[in-house]
């Protein structure tokens, strides 16, 4: 009987480091806090068929809804192919917020979002 008891203990144990361990790197991970005069544009460049984009593209988004990244993503197209444009397309459908242009765009859209995030703030 004195062993079953040890189990509860072991198991709160291990929750309680592993809490402890959650929160710690929670706490390394500082949220990026964009100025009233500044912006963050993540652009990731995009060629070929796009192979790992989506999951990169998770990771971001997951990062932007827990509040650690805020701000415009754009994918940047540096020699896509039909099947990587095709992607592409239907990412920006997918999730609202991802704009995709050329490699020579990247800095037009760079200024739009951020004058679209200073309006929002003001």
Same mark, same amino acid.
Request: hydrophobic letters at 45%.
């Given at each position: 009987?004195? *062993?079953?008891? @040890?189990?509860?203990? /072991?198991? #709160? =144990? ?8 959650? =929160? ?25 068929? #796009?192979?790992?984009?989506? +999951?990169?593209?998770? =990771? ?5 809804? *827990?509040?650690?990244?805020?701000? +415009? ?10 099947? #990587? ?6 990412? /920006?459908?997918?999730?609202? #917020?991802?704009?995709?242009? *050329? !490699?020579?765009?990247? !800095? +037009?859209?760079? /200024?739009?979002? =951020?004058?679209?995030? @200073?309006?929002?703030?003001?």
């Amino acid at each position: 009987m004195a *062993n079953f008891l @040890h189990i509860p203990i /072991v198991l #709160g =144990s291990i929750a309680i480091i592993f809490w402890v361990i959650w =929160s710690l790197f929670g706490s390394l991970r500082t949220p990026v806090r964009p100025g009233e005069n500044t912006g963050v544009t993540t652009v990731i460049t995009v060629r070929d068929n #796009g192979e790992g984009l989506e +999951q990169t593209l998770k =990771s971001l988004i997951w990062l932007q809804e *827990n509040g650690t990244v805020p701000g +415009q993503i754009i994918l940047a197209d540096a020699g896509l192919n039909k099947e #990587g444009k095709i992607l592409t397309r239907l990412i /920006v459908k997918k999730y609202t #917020g991802v704009v995709v242009c *050329n !490699a020579e765009e990247v !800095a +037009q859209w760079i /200024v739009t979002a =951020s004058e679209n995030t @200073h309006k929002t703030t003001k």
